[in-house]
């Protein structure tokens, strides 16, 4: 079966910090990932998705970026953390291309910048 | 261009009374439809889908959810609520995009239910 392991839990970073959290899948091949950023009373967010090793797009501009070093190893990241940039922070996956294939989502991260 | 609009932030139900979350989309495009519901600091398990054929649709835990085109809704009910149904509830539309699942969620409706 699959799973979807999001790490750290937790995190308090302060401005100006660089972050680095980490997303990786078992139990399937060449999957869609995807990261999404959770705001209270805002719903998800789309901040990045990955059809494949090294292919990022990004939804909206902003002071993130992510990576996908490997099939199934999603990393988000940012040089210099933003109070903004606090929330809780989702990665997903998806089988390749299939709208009517739901996503799976991993435990998420919650990221409070002070 | 697809939407997503959740009515009501925050439901409140007693134990063993209907459930009733609204869901409206707008899609250029047949819907893809989605419940997703997250319980405190997890992420979201999906509860049920629409894709095509019948309409209503049924999910775990009892719930279900019915497709009607020309009202552009997806809401979600259960006869009987149930102190672990208190979670946030999200409603979701797909469509496909160069490659990748493209969903919009609503902004997600938190169920109460009170004893």
């Known amino acids: ?114 | 261009a697809q939407s997503v609009t959740q009515l009501g932030s925050h439901v409140s139900v007693s134990e063993g009374a209907l459930v009733l979350l609204r869901c409206n989309y707008s899609s250029s495009v047949p819907p893809y439809l989605f419940w997703y519901v997250q319980y405190p600091n997890q992420g979201l398990q999906l509860l049920l889908k629409y894709t095509t054929g019948a309409t209503l649709v049924k999910g775990i835990n009892g719930f279900e959810a019915e497709f009607k085109k020309s009202e552009t809704s997806f809401h979600l009910t259960k006869p009987s609520a149930h102190m672990s149904d208190a979670a946030e509830y999200f409603c979701a539309v797909s469509r496909p995009s160069g490659g990748y699942q493209k969903v919009t969620f609503g902004t997600g409706t938190k169920l109460q239910v009170i004893p």
Not at chain 1, 13 to 18: A, K, L, W
Not at chain 1, 25 to 32: F, I, L
Not at chain 1, 42 to 70: C, D, H, K, T, W
Not at chain 1, 88 to 93: D, E, G
């Open chain 1, 1 to 114: 079966s699959q799973t979807i392991h999001q790490w750290p839990a937790t995190l308090v970073q302060p401005v100006g910090s660089p972050l680095s959290l980490e997303c990786t899948v078992e139990g399937t091949s060449n999957p869609n990932l995807y990261w999404y950023r959770q705001a209270a009373g805002r719903g998800l967010q789309l901040l990045f998705y990955s059809v494949g090793i090294g292919q990022i797009s990004s939804e909206v501009p902003q002071n993130l970026s992510a990576s996908r070093p490997q099939d199934r190893q999603f990393i988000l990241s940012s040089k210099k953390l933003l109070l903004s940039d606090s929330g809780f922070y989702l990665c997903a996956w998806s089988v390749a291309a299939g709208p009517g294939d739901e996503q799976f989502f991993g435990p998420g991260t919650r990221l409070t910048v002070l």
